[in-house]
């Protein structure tokens, strides 16, 4: 497991990090989805299965939120792929993105 923390108000955090779109898979970054319909709030309750393009091929992760008084927590499970060595660089690029910065803590 990998945890990344970003500071700042976690719910305007998850607002800007995640959305969901017309079928109802929750969106983050450029091209990670969910794997199946969910709500946000999911997030926070249970890990979500995304599925992201990376490195010319696809790749599944899980995310799962923590908010915490002053940053938001956000834990990424790999699932033994090629390209696992890329995807929490690719999910701090996405936080980077929105105008935030992570911190990384490697299997915590």
């Given at each position: 497991m990998n945890t990344l923390y970003v500071k700042g108000e976690p719910e305007?955090?998850?607002g800007n990090l995640f959305s969901?779109?017309?079928e109802g898979?929750?969106?983050f970054g450029?091209?990670?989805r969910s794997l199946e319909p969910a709500d946000i709030t999911q997030l926070e309750s249970s890990s979500v299965d995304f599925r992201d393009y990376l490195m010319e091929g696809f790749?599944?992760?899980s995310i799962r939120l923590s908010k915490l008084?002053?940053?938001l927590k956000?834990?990424?499970e790999l699932f033994g792929s090629n390209r696992d060595e890329h995807i929490v660089p690719h999910v701090e690029f996405y936080i980077s993105q929105a105008g935030y910065q992570a911190t990384e803590v490697v299997n915590a």
């Open positions: 305007i955090i998850i969901l779109n017309e898979h929750i969106a450029l091209s990670a790749v599944k992760f008084n002053d940053r956000i834990e990424i």
